[in-house]
């Protein structure tokens, strides 16, 4: 397979990994870990949302993942956690376009670690078709099936829909994470699991105030 280029490395990254703006002295600790934003649309119903907005590119959300999957495995029975990759700039598409396609193939499971493992420690170029093309045969998927969905005008719509949550969810940097379409946290803290189960409790309290109990 070829090699991901070395010199689109750093500007990846920095692109990726925009940090939040640092606070001000006047905001509470809370402000501090986490932010809110303008009430979007909830999927999950009567369960709590929590989106993952990552990049495969971005190293940050690399060294996120083992926890963040840990958290999964356990997290509350009220809890539900999806994933949606962050499109700022159209370099950024082909990226998006894999996650889609494993997703339409039930693979997201299996494979969403495989695809930063090939990025960071294989140092694929994943971003080429005939790249991703051929990872996806060496993964056991149908390179036909696969690269059909990738290219399928049904994936250029999720993208342009991520493009779009990206802005109204004001996601700044990647990993970020949203809890109920409302609180926001910058997911490369070292407590950014802490933080996380805080939102979660956050927002069950929130949805218990509304419920009247």
């Not at 990025?119 to 078709?129: A, F, G, I, R």
């Not at 829909?161 to 803290?189: H, N």
Request: aromatic share 10%.
């Amino acid at each position: 397979m070829a090699a991901r280029l070395r010199f689109s490395l750093p500007l990846v990254v920095w692109l990726a990994c925009i940090s939040f703006a640092p606070p001000t002295a006047a905001q509470s600790q809370a402000d501090l870990d986490y932010r809110e934003i303008p009430q979007q649309p909830i999927e999950t119903g009567d369960k709590i949302e929590v989106i993952d907005f990552f990049f495969y590119g971005c190293q940050y959300c690399n060294d996120l993942l083992p926890r963040l999957e840990r958290w999964r495995r356990g997290m509350p029975a009220d809890v539900v956690m999806r994933h949606i990759p962050v499109v700022r700039h159209d370099s950024w598409v082909p990226l998006a376009k894999t996650y889609f396609t494993l997703e339409a193939m039930g693979e997201v499971e299996r494979l969403h670690p495989a695809v930063f493992h090939s990025y960071h420690v294989e140092d694929l170029y994943m971003s080429q078709e005939k790249v991703i093309a051929e990872w996806a045969g060496k993964q056991g998927l149908d390179r036909e099936k696969f690269m059909a969905i990738y290219r399928s005008d049904e994936t250029r719509q999720k993208v342009e829909r991520a493009r779009k949550q990206t802005m109204q969810y004001e996601i700044q940097g990647t990993p970020s994470l949203v809890v109920d379409g409302r609180f926001l946290t910058d997911g490369a803290s070292a407590k950014t699991i802490e933080i996380l189960d805080r939102m979660v409790r956050i927002a069950r309290q929130q949805r218990e105030k509304k419920a009247g109990k």
